[in-house]
């Protein structure tokens, strides 16, 4: 059974940061693609950032210079540092894994950019 488990969102202030994680189970992590994807209210969600198995990195125009995604294939694990936050980051934060005609999706973290 394969799992996507996030963690790391919250309430921050706007130029704040936060680091959110993804541990995964039931996949051969090391090969697979790994991504985070985000969701706001009334709109669709939209690529953040990924990770190849190779860790080549692409990121979303609108987080670029801000956002950094890295990988550890010993803790199975995905991250996406934020840093400089806007309010316009918020949304929920899903995790994705792909690979072999197959994707995955964590089931996302609340992360609020308020004051």
């Known amino acids: 059974q394969v799992q996507l488990v996030e963690s790391g969102g919250g309430l921050v202030q706007p130029g704040g940061s936060l680091r959110l994680s993804c541990v995964a189970s039931?996949?051969?992590?090391?090969?697979?693609?790994m991504g985070w994807y985000r969701q706001a209210p009334g709109k669709e969600r939209e690529l953040v950032a990924t990770?190849?198995?190779?860790?080549?990195?692409k990121y979303a125009d609108s987080v670029k210079g801000r956002f950094t995604v890295s990988r550890d294939n010993v803790k199975n694990t995905v991250y996406l540092q934020m840093n400089s936050l806007k309010p316009e980051d918020t949304a929920i934060y899903y995790c994705?894994?792909?690979?072999?005609?197959?994707?995955?999706w964590g089931q996302g973290t609340q992360v609020t950019v308020s004051s």
């Open positions: 990770i190849t198995s190779g860790s080549f990195t």
């Open positions: 994705n894994a792909r690979g072999f005609s197959q994707t995955y």
């Open positions: 039931g996949i051969t992590f090391s090969i697979y693609t």
